[in-house]
């Protein structure tokens, strides 16, 4: 990851990096990626919602953090204290924030907001209908010493798609807001719009800042591939529970949607849908046992998965397979997440917060440049 970050730092420069480590950082651990991200470069860190920019403070972490997600109504003192900026994605928002700000004003310091434009995504942000009262609230708070607002920042709804014409309604439109804000002396230093693939392949999209989530880890979502070197930071797997011979005729697993053409050697691996493995991929997948790819069949269960080491007669590698043997179902030494997501029906993003509860250990290993 640090490697990821150090790429991603050169390559838009002079932009600054925001780390996004929301959802546990994409389940890689929150705490200990965003201390690597700073330290390899990253300027500021995103995360969804104010409870993991918190935590982020409780872990220690003094790095610049903005949060997008909180509810009208949530107790907003932590923000100001922590000094964590609030993504502002509607009016009611921006009035609670700036309430917030003038109940803490003997502090004498302006809580800082980011502005949230909706520039196509339709999801979160100020809408085109109430972007003209929420400037006029802001300049006003602004000019009172209520609110900072560090910046402006919208989302891309298909920047992984080079061919989407939305890319560039989507920036025009930010770049009109920042205009009006500037406009109407609102200075808005920093501001972001590109994501992983943006950053990846359009500089026209940079401007002061990228937030960058999934290529920290090492995933290029670009449905062409940019070509950057990012390198998977994740890698999950299993262990052989237990090795056996299926008689040709017998079935495996729930529904016997596998059956054995001829003996068949197989192998139980302590990993399943419990565990974050998807059910909907049964069959379609596989495992690397010691660097050989071997097949999964019959359905995917609660907590373990078969894979079929090879035919009897066959006295191929599978017939070395023995428990206690790692099974890697993506990342170093198997397939990609990539191909997982594949044989899921899903995308990379879905399968790194996949795996899951009190049976998934994680390890967070120091690699040597």
């Given at each position: 990851m640090a490697h990821n970050v150090r790429t991603l730092a050169g390559l838009v420069a002079p932009a600054g990096v925001m780390a996004v480590v929301k959802a546990d950082a994409?389940?890689?651990?929150m705490a200990d990626v965003a201390r690597t991200a700073v330290d390899a470069g990253a300027a500021e860190l995103g995360v969804a919602t104010l409870g993991e920019a918190l935590a982020l403070r409780d872990a220690g972490v003094s790095a610049p953090v903005t949060a997008w997600i909180w509810i009208v109504g949530e107790d907003l003192r932590g923000a100001a204290e922590q000094d964590i900026t609030l993504g502002i994605p509607s009016l009611a928002h921006l009035e609670a924030a700036v309430t917030t700000a003038a109940g803490s004003a003997e502090a004498g310091r302006p809580l800082k907001v980011g502005l949230m434009v909706d520039t196509g995504l339709s999801r979160s942000g100020i809408s085109p209908t109430e972007w003209p009262a929420a400037l006029d609230a802001a300049e006003a708070a602004v000019d009172a010493g209520l609110i900072d607002v560090t910046g402006l920042f919208s989302h891309f709804a298909s920047a992984d798609d080079p061919m989407s014409p939305t890319t560039d309604l989507?920036?025009?439109r930010f770049s009109a807001r920042i205009?009006?804000?500037?406009?109407?002396g609102?200075?808005?230093p920093v501001n972001h719009i590109a994501n992983t693939p943006a950053a990846l392949s359009r500089v026209d999209l940079r401007h002061e800042m990228v937030r960058p989530g999934v290529g920290i880890y090492g995933v290029d979502p670009c449905a062409i591939p940019s070509g950057v070197e990012l390198r998977p930071a994740m890698t999950l797997r299993a262990k052989v529970v237990t090795t056996r011979i299926v008689?040709?005729?017998?079935g495996v697993s729930y529904g016997h949607h596998w059956i054995a053409p001829e003996d068949h050697r197989t192998a139980v691996v302590a990993m399943g849908y419990a565990d974050g493995l998807p059910r909907a991929m049964s069959g379609n997948f596989g495992v690397a046992i010691d660097g050989t790819w071997y097949p999964q069949i019959g359905r995917v269960c609660m907590d373990q998965i078969v894979v079929d080491l090879g035919p009897v007669a066959d006295e191929g590698p599978g017939a070395s397979v023995r428990p206690?043997?790692?099974a890697v179902i993506f990342g170093e030494g198997g397939r990609s997440v990539r191909e997982i997501a594949d044989a899921a029906g899903t995308i990379d993003y879905e399968i790194l917060t996949m795996p899951r509860g009190g049976r998934v250990a994680r390890r967070t290993i120091p690699v040597a440049e």
């Open positions: 994409y389940n890689h651990g989507q920036e025009k205009g009006e804000c500037r406009a109407r609102i200075d808005v008689e040709k005729g017998e206690g043997d790692w």
